[in-house]
């Protein structure tokens, strides 16, 4: 018996012809007229978590698919069709599960590299404010002769930026304190911290200063540590 699509010789008790895969009827013999041929689901879904490689599930997902598939395409003799897509969806699947590693693990390179970059650039605002407030408590208090120096950055607002005045900046707390009054009745001596918001995360050090003008690092991180043990930035 021939098969009326392809010409291929079809034995008796064959399902389907070997070449084409058309289907053979229980009566032995070819139906006059054979039906659409269906598409694999499989095939269907492989190729959409395909387009999506760049999440890694959906890639395992499209790579599972689409084996099982072609699986099914192979199995189907013929009745069964999609595997470009299901091929697609494998390709884009490969792509996924080979690059979202890859991304990983350039962030895990990356991000502490960023981190410490942040930090220094923190450190090195901190220690440029402390310097700026000495020199607006020497304006203000050369301008404010009767009070001297201030313990309140809210007094140097017209001396400084916005951000410094709210003692927030750029991962650095800012604070006066330690005002005393000289013989005069003003304030002759004060002082000045920097410390992180973040321990290690804003920043490492602290910076601190007084009506010395002299500018100590403390490297724990303390305010207090960097005015009783800080010293000069090397």
Request: glycine share 10%; aromatic share 6%; charged share 15%.
């Amino acid at each position: 018996m021939s098969c009326p699509a392809c010409g291929n010789n079809v034995t008796p008790g064959e399902r389907f012809c070997r070449v084409c895969g058309r289907e053979v009827a229980a009566s032995g013999s070819f139906p006059a007229t054979g039906g659409p041929l269906a598409t694999s689901g499989k095939a269907i879904a492989s190729l959409v978590c395909g387009l999506f490689f760049f999440f890694l599930p959906a890639s395992i997902v499209a790579v599972i698919l689409g084996h099982l598939s072609l699986s099914d395409i192979r199995k189907s003799a013929g009745q069964l069709k999609g595997d470009g897509m299901a091929i697609a969806g494998l390709v884009l699947g490969y792509i996924g599960v080979a690059f979202i590693p890859i991304i990983l693990i350039m962030a895990a390179i990356a991000i502490p590299n960023l981190l410490r970059a942040r930090i220094a650039a923190n450190e090195s605002s901190a220690a440029a404010s402390v310097r700026t407030l000495n020199t607006a408590e020497v304006s203000y208090s050369a301008s404010h002769a009767n009070v001297g120096y201030t313990c309140s950055l809210s007094d140097l607002s017209d001396l400084i930026d916005r951000n410094l005045a709210s003692g927030r900046k750029n991962g650095y707390v800012y604070e006066l304190s330690g005002c005393v009054p000289g013989d005069s009745g003003a304030i002759a001596k004060y002082q000045v911290v920097a410390y992180p918001i973040t321990q290690n995360t804003t920043g490492m050090r602290a910076f601190c200063s007084d009506e010395s003008d002299i500018i100590k690092v403390g490297p724990k991180g303390s305010a207090q540590d960097c005015l009783e043990n800080g010293s000069p930035p090397e």
